[in-house]
């Protein structure tokens, strides 16, 4: 892609960031940006990287958030640039950073770890403990609560097992009071069973 010098204004900045899970556990950032101000554009490329270079890019089309994924343990650093008609790409945005620390590996990233030295999921009435939602699932049997911590996670829950399960969120580091809110940014699907939600604040995005 050709760059160009053409006057686009990008501000990038962080909305969230924290620890993901899918196949594998990994970290992930949620990015937003000014749009351009310059006419024209169809579209933003996101570079990313260990080193301030940025050598991964991501194209998000004509989105001005983004969430990169599958990051690690590290120092990362972004920008975006903003595309043109003609295969013109603009100057890059600020550079911004993120570094992910875990250092009580409980799959909490310590910026939103209130809890140091506890993992942020268990089974209610068992010493059972969980870094995500899905394994602590996996592992409930039929009408076991699932409690979990007033923080911000994310990952997804896939519900496919016959069997009801209660989800309850915002509780303190100690799991006896559950005046805050739980956040998990991702999907739930529920193809077998059933999931409720009840007793606390329970938020999925």
Same mark, same amino acid.
């Given at each position: 892609m050709k760059r160009k010098n053409l006057i686009s204004i990008i501000l990038i900045c962080i909305l969230a960031a924290g620890?993901?899970?899918?196949? @594998?556990? /990994? +970290? +992930? *950032?949620?990015? /937003?940006?000014? =749009? @351009?101000?310059?006419?024209?554009? !169809?579209? +933003? !490329?996101?570079? +990313?990287?260990? *080193?301030s270079q940025c050598s991964n890019t991501i194209d998000v089309g004509n989105a001005t958030t983004a969430i990169i994924d599958d990051l690690t343990l590290d120092t990362w650093y972004f920008m975006a640039t903003a595309y043109y008609v003609g295969g013109y790409e603009s100057g890059y945005s600020n550079q911004i950073s993120n570094t992910f620390?875990?250092?009580?590996?409980?799959g909490v990233e310590d910026?939103?770890?209130?809890?140091?030295?506890?993992? =942020? !999921?268990? !089974?209610s009435g068992l010493p059972l403990y969980f870094t995500n939602l899905q394994d602590a699932y996996d592992? /409930?049997?039929?009408?076991?609560?699932?409690?979990?911590?007033?923080?911000?996670? @994310?990952?997804?829950? *896939?519900?496919?097992?016959n069997k009801t399960i209660s989800l309850e969120g915002g509780y303190d580091c100690g799991y006896i009071d559950n005046e805050g809110r739980t956040t998990i940014y991702g999907d739930m699907e529920i193809i077998d069973g059933t999931i409720i939600i009840e007793n606390g604040t329970f938020e999925i995005k």
């Open positions: 620890f993901f899970v899918r196949h @594998s556990e /990994a +970290y +992930y *950032i949620k990015l /937003a940006w000014d =749009p @351009s101000i310059s006419e024209g554009e !169809i579209g +933003y !490329i996101v570079y +990313y990287d260990t *080193i620390v875990d250092a009580d590996l409980d910026f939103y770890d209130t809890c140091s030295n506890d993992l =942020p !999921i268990k !089974i592992t /409930a049997v039929d009408s076991e609560a699932i409690l979990s911590h007033d923080i911000m996670l @994310s990952g997804y829950l *896939i519900a496919d097992h």
